[in-house]
């Protein structure tokens, strides 16, 4: 790589990175390419020269952020942690990563842009869910998921939280101490307000 590409790979990184932080904090309708650039002290022209439209680099921004989060888990994942330390992993980086997107964005995104909504639905669907449904099944074999319990239940349950993550969050910061709201969040996921059978 010569130092005209790399310059440009850098240039268009910077971009990306400015979109996503403005789109931790604004509403994508209201972001404007002028925005973008201001923010990344690039002219607009270079926006266009690398992107050719707002569309696309929201689109890149979205799917940069999702290979990066993906990517996160996988590593995690792979290593020898129990279910527990699993899930209480995903969770708290989801919070993380939903402070930089709030997924009332990327919910609005997808809506507004059906190319978006299939990328995000094929990512879901070709990485998040087989590696969920396979953390489950070792989560099973090792006798951390009880046998009276379906795959597919404890995937609903999952679903339920992740439908209320926005509130869930706001709720943890409210709570004064996150840490403990998330932990107790996660025994709840695990044993109910009984606690283990």
């Given at each position: 790589m010569?130092?005209?590409?790399?310059?440009?790979?850098?240039?268009?990184?910077?971009?990306?990175k400015?979109?996503i932080?403005?789109?931790?904090?604004?509403d994508?309708?209201?972001i404007?390419?002028?925005?973008?650039?201001n923010?990344?002290?690039?002219?607009?022209?270079?926006?266009?020269?690398?992107?050719?439209?707002k569309?696309?680099?929201?689109?890149?921004a979205?799917?940069?952020?999702?290979?990066?989060?993906?990517?996160?888990?996988?590593?995690?994942?792979?290593?020898?942690?129990s279910?527990?330390?699993?899930?209480?992993?995903?969770?708290?980086?989801e919070k993380?990563?939903?402070?930089?997107?709030?997924?009332?964005?990327?919910?609005?995104l997808?809506?507004?842009?059906?190319?978006?909504?299939?990328?995000?639905?094929?990512?879901?669907?070709?990485?998040?869910?087989?590696?969920?449904?396979?953390?489950?099944?070792?989560?099973k074999?090792?006798?951390?998921?009880?046998?009276?319990?379906?795959?597919?239940?404890?995937?609903?349950?999952?679903?339920?939280?992740?439908?209320q993550?926005?509130?869930?969050?706001?709720?943890?910061?409210?709570?004064?101490d996150?840490?403990?709201?998330?932990?107790?969040?996660v025994?709840?996921?695990?044993?109910?307000?009984?606690?283990?059978?």
């Amino acid at each position: 790589m010569n130092g005209f590409e790399k310059r440009s790979r850098q240039i268009k990184e910077k971009i990306v990175k400015t979109t996503i932080d403005l789109l931790g904090t604004t509403d994508p309708n209201r972001i404007r390419i002028a925005d973008i650039a201001n923010a990344a002290k690039v002219s607009q022209v270079t926006i266009y020269n690398h992107f050719e439209s707002k569309e696309n680099l929201l689109r890149e921004a979205i799917k940069q952020f999702l290979e990066v989060m993906i990517a996160d888990f996988e590593t995690y994942l792979n290593e020898s942690h129990s279910l527990k330390e699993k899930i209480e992993y995903i969770l708290f980086r989801e919070k993380q990563y939903f402070k930089l997107i709030p997924p009332r964005v990327l919910q609005e995104l997808m809506l507004s842009d059906p190319e978006m909504a299939g990328y995000v639905e094929r990512i879901y669907l070709e990485k998040s869910l087989p590696m969920t449904v396979r953390i489950l099944e070792e989560g099973k074999q090792n006798g951390e998921i009880s046998e009276r319990v379906s795959i597919e239940n404890v995937l609903a349950l999952m679903q339920l939280y992740m439908n209320q993550y926005e509130t869930m969050l706001r709720m943890a910061g409210e709570s004064g101490d996150v840490e403990r709201f998330v932990e107790e969040m996660v025994h709840l996921f695990f044993y109910g307000i009984c606690g283990k059978e």
